[in-house]
């Protein structure tokens, strides 16, 4: 059954912005109470369930390459780091679960990139990354308490409402959501990997990173006067026509982590004076022939294994377990 609650999202989207920063964070540490499934329906709780991705719905398919650079094989063996280019599939998105969001719409941000490169073995490899260097909670099991207090926020409910209590509680939320930007340009936002994998080079050494896809194009984002004027598909537009006119490239980077720097919280951005590594260049340069079936079938999995590139944040190993049952649900 299709049910639309775009209506709500927007209400209590309203109510984010509303939101005033109190003192006292609450932070859950220990093995996930959420399941895969019950992760995913706090989603639609918070969306609708519309038969679609439960979240990141409107979205964009390009093909292009990968190719790596040199300085990758210093921190990992990972096969994909040490050849020519490979075939990638790449996909922008508007961060909410609502298939039709205005482009220009609060629950846009933090908008997607997720990018697989097809390895020559078959491994395919996959990164997702957004907008915000740091994510909105600490724990997967945090996000479903907050998505649940969205989806049970009505435009009656007496203040303080579930989500006005949420707020109230994690000063973190707030300033995540009053932070977030609007890009001019699916091609001139910088994307962050936020949940830290583990790297082990040829010898043996290992260390943490987080990934971050840096545009060849200047960053640019809106102005709150140049958002409310764009209009509802402004992204998807202007992408559609930019990649048709020239290929869109992004560098890929490993931000190492320093001492202290936490591995499994991803609530907490690492310092921008991290050392970056370059990984490699995104290169977009074609629609497939047959987007919506390859939107359809796509599916990222961004906490997967490889050699030499292990996930590190509890968040991301939970997050892989989330995504297939959303595509299952989407077929
Ligand atoms: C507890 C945290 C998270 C949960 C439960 C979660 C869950 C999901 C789900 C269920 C989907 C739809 C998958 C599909 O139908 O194929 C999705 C998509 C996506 N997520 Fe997450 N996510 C989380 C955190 C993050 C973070 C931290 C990032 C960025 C670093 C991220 C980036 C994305 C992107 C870019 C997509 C769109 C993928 C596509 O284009 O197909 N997510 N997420």
Redesign the pocket.
Known sequence: MLRSRSGNFASAAAAFLLGSALAGAALAGGPAKESPLS??EA?HSAFGDHHD????TK?LVFVGTFTPAKEARTLTKEPIFSGGPLPVIA?F?LFAGVPDLADNDDGASPA???VKVKAKDGDDFDI???QHPD?IVST?DE?AVFLRAVGSTKPDSPHPSPVEQFLATHPHAVQFLHSRTYPASYAQARY????AVKFTNAKGQSVFVRYTFKPHAPEKYLTPDERKVAGPSYLGDEIVRRIAAAPVSFDLYAQIAGKGDKIDD?AVAWPATRKMVKLGTLTLVNQPDDPNEV?RT???L?GQSHPGVEAADP?LV??NT??P???GE?Q
Do not use: D, K, Q, T
């Not at 991705?53 to 990141?56: G, I, L, N, T």
């Not at 962050?192 to 949940?195: D, E, F």
């Open positions: 992760m995913v989603l991705r439960a979240v990141h979205g996909r998105s997607g990139l997720a997702e990354a957004n994510f997967f996000f962050w990997g936020i949940n991803p939107a796509l599916l990222f961004p968040m939970l997050r989330a995504y049952i959303s595509l989407r």
